[in-house]
T-cell receptor, first 113, second 113 residues
Framework: EADIYQTPRYLVIGTGKKITLECSQT?????MYWYQQDPGMELHLIHY???????EKGDLSSESTVSRIRTEHFPLTLESARPSHTSQYLC????????????FGPGTRLTVT | GDSVTQMEGPVTLSEEAFLTINCTYT??????LFWYVQYPGEGLQLLLK?????DKGSNKGFEATYRKETTSFHLEKGSVQVSDSAVYFC????????????FGSGTQLTVLP
């Protein structure tokens, strides 16, 4: 069983608030990812990291930011939440190499009112 | 660039029916191929994978064969159950690809009793 955790699972927050979505993994994986999943189910990569102090933007432009100060921790921050940020956010991690699957957390469902 | 095309859903079947979800891909080199499943309210879980041509991945009665000549990785199950109702994602991983996984758009499966 994969050990990757996301908190909170559900969050309802007002416009303009700063929020941080937490993601932690205990597998020692160097690579970590954030995806945004729209109601049509499609997954969009918004951030990824190769390791500590390494972060890159993904395919979908996002107003969120990420940090990777520790191997096991990859938080995502929105400085000022807006209704357009309402979505499901999924965190994942993997070992290096093409045959290694990504392990996903349970997700955070964010609603901005 | 890399891409994955999945059969559009939603797919609705009766219990014990045969399931096929088509997946084709475009990628240079020799990617690894994956099927992920997402149950309601959860993150993605790896269902099966294949890392080279003609490999067959299998798990929980599901199977998929890596066909390089047709660039396909179709998911099949001989007799579906109500508990198989979920969203299924086909994905590929290619050596040297920074994002590591490219996902299809997902196929919603509903199995009726």
């Amino acid at each position: 069983e994969a050990d990757i955790y996301q908190t909170p699972r559900y969050l309802v927050i007002g416009t303009g608030k700063k929020i941080t979505l937490e993601c932690s993994q205990t597998m020692g994986h160097d690579k970590m990812y954030w995806y945004q999943q729209d109601p049509g189910m499609e997954l969009h990569l918004i951030h990824y990291s190769y390791g500590v102090n390494s972060t890159e933007k993904g395919d979908l432009s996002s107003e969120s930011t990420v940090s990777r100060i520790r191997t096991e921790h990859f938080p995502l921050t929105l400085e000022s939440a807006r209704p357009s940020h309402t979505s499901q956010y999924l965190c994942a991690s993997s070992e290096d190499g093409r045959g290694y699957e990504q392990y996903f957390g349970p997700g955070t469902r964010l609603t901005v009112t | 660039g890399d891409s994955v095309t999945q059969m559009e859903g939603p797919v609705t079947l009766s219990e014990e029916a045969f399931l096929t979800i088509n997946c084709t891909y475009t990628a240079t080199g020799y990617p690894s191929l994956f099927w992920y499943v997402q149950y309601p309210g959860e993150g993605l879980q790896l269902l099966l994978k294949a890392t080279k041509a003609d490999d067959k991945g299998s798990n929980k009665g599901f199977e998929a064969t890596y066909r390089k000549e047709t660039t396909s990785f179709h998911l099949e199950k001989g007799s579906v159950q109500v508990s198989d109702s979920a969203v299924y994602f086909c994905a590929l991983s290619r050596t040297g690809s920074a994002r590591q996984l490219t996902f299809g758009s997902g196929t919603q499966l509903t199995v009726l009793p």
